[in-house]
């Protein structure tokens, strides 16, 4: 079992959901929030609002990275003020750790960075929960040592997101195998949204397919995890970050009352 903030992620348990943008886009971060607490509040379950403030690991210089930092977390700041929520996001570098973890109950490792033990112990020495997102790259069976790491680093719990294994040079795939495996050490989410990237298939930008998002979350809640993780956009082709793989803000609802619905059968 893990927390965040008082929302409770049990493979066991109800699921709970991580949602959010990819990057926060200061004209729609609020509505975003908004919209998806009301979500939340008449269906029941636990939710955290995640957005990054900086998207640093980029294919291209010329991709937008966000607002930065100071601006980040006092936009974080204020939707967490304003609706009751905990957050979510990412930090890059470890001398961010500690500004992160005044603001956001739970600081998330980018899968590319999964490995870097600085940062990983940066993350789990404020005491705040750290979820760590599989590398591409990885085993599942290997996501048990940066789990051990952070644990012993301090955190005060530990998640590992599930968000898809390189298949070639442009496309990722994702095996419910590796849901199984990482439940046996940690809580695991799967991330809906990234496991449907096509990473090298954009000109100097990743790519991917959103209408496979529901058949692979609904795959994922019938395996039985802890969470969803799904980023969301009221108009997705117009975002900063992720515009082929973001889910549709107003279709929001209709995705997750099918997930809730099988979660709740795989875990009566």
């Not at 990275?65 to 996001?89: M, S």
């Not at 040592?145 to 294994?165: I, P, Q, Y």
Request: proline share 6%.
């Amino acid at each position: 079992m893990a927390h965040i903030g008082p929302v409770i992620f049990d493979n066991a348990r109800p699921l709970a959901v991580i949602a959010g943008p990819c990057v926060i886009e200061e004209a729609n971060v609020f509505s975003i929030a908004e919209s998806l607490k009301r979500c939340a509040a008449e269906r029941g379950f636990g939710l955290v609002f995640k957005a990054s403030f900086d998207k640093a690991n980029r294919q291209s210089f010329e991709s937008p990275r966000g607002c930065g930092i100071d601006r980040g977390l006092e936009i974080l700041a204020e939707i967490k003020k304003r609706f009751n929520l905990p957050i979510l996001t990412d930090i890059h570098l470890p001398d961010e750790a500690e500004r992160v973890a005044a603001v956001a109950e739970c600081l998330q490792i980018p899968a590319f960075l999964c490995r870097q033990t600085d940062l990983v112990v940066a993350a789990a020495r404020t005491g705040r929960t750290v979820n760590i997102k599989k590398g591409q790259f990885l085993a599942p069976e290997q996501m048990r040592f940066v789990v051990e790491k952070a644990r012993s680093s301090g955190a005060a719990d530990v998640l590992v997101t599930e968000r898809g294994a390189t298949f070639g040079y442009g496309d990722l795939v994702f095996d419910p195998r590796s849901l199984v495996v990482m439940r046996d050490f940690a809580p695991v989410i799967f991330d809906a949204t990234h496991s449907v990237q096509r990473p090298a298939s954009g000109a100097g930008q990743s790519g991917g397919d959103r209408r496979f998002v529901p058949a692979l979350a609904a795959a994922a809640a019938a395996v039985g995890i802890a969470g969803l993780f799904i980023e969301t956009h009221p108009d997705p082709a117009q975002a900063l970050s992720d515009r082929e793989t973001q889910w549709p803000l107003a279709g929001f609802p209709a995705f997750i009352d099918p997930i809730l619905k099988l979660d709740r059968v795989v875990k009566c």
